[in-house]
């Protein structure tokens, strides 16, 4: 049975830094990606890692503050995030799956996915 666990979130001043970790287990995954929620939106694409193939992608909005990693011993993808500010509030989510580099920021391209996890920066 494949679980997705998120944890990590938090509140946090504005500048301020976070990491968020997701365990993924009982399946083995091509990527594993981070998608965010915040009140009244839709769920957006932030990062994604790549398990066998070429470097991370990241949202044009994160590029540059987070930075996504894996402990493959750990089965844990990383999301460290950098420089937050209030427009990162959302509940964070990790999911995992097998999508194809064209559909890797769809949220509809992963399979498996987490409880999420609450992310609030205060201005």
């Known amino acids: 049975q494949v679980q997705v666990v998120e944890s990590g979130g938090s509140s946090v001043q504005a500048g301020g830094s976070l990491r968020l970790s997701c365990v993924v287990s009982?399946?083995?995954?091509?990527?594993t990606g981070w998608f965010r929620q915040a009140p009244g939106k839709e769920r957006e694409f932030v990062a994604v890692?790549?398990?066998?193939?070429?470097?991370?992608r990241y949202a044009d909005s994160v590029k540059g503050r987070f930075t996504v990693s894996r402990d493959n011993a750990k089965h844990t993808v990383f999301l460290q995030m950098n420089s937050l500010n209030p427009e990162d509030t959302a509940v964070y989510y990790c999911?995992?799956?097998?999508?194809?580099?064209?559909?890797?920021?769809?949220?509809?391209?992963?399979?498996?996915w987490g409880q999420g996890t609450q992310v609030t920066v205060s201005s």
């Open positions: 999911a995992a799956g097998n999508p194809m580099l064209s559909t890797v920021e769809r949220d509809n391209a992963y399979n498996y």
């Open positions: 009982g399946g083995n995954f091509r990527a």
């Open positions: 890692h790549w398990k066998f193939s070429s470097g991370p």
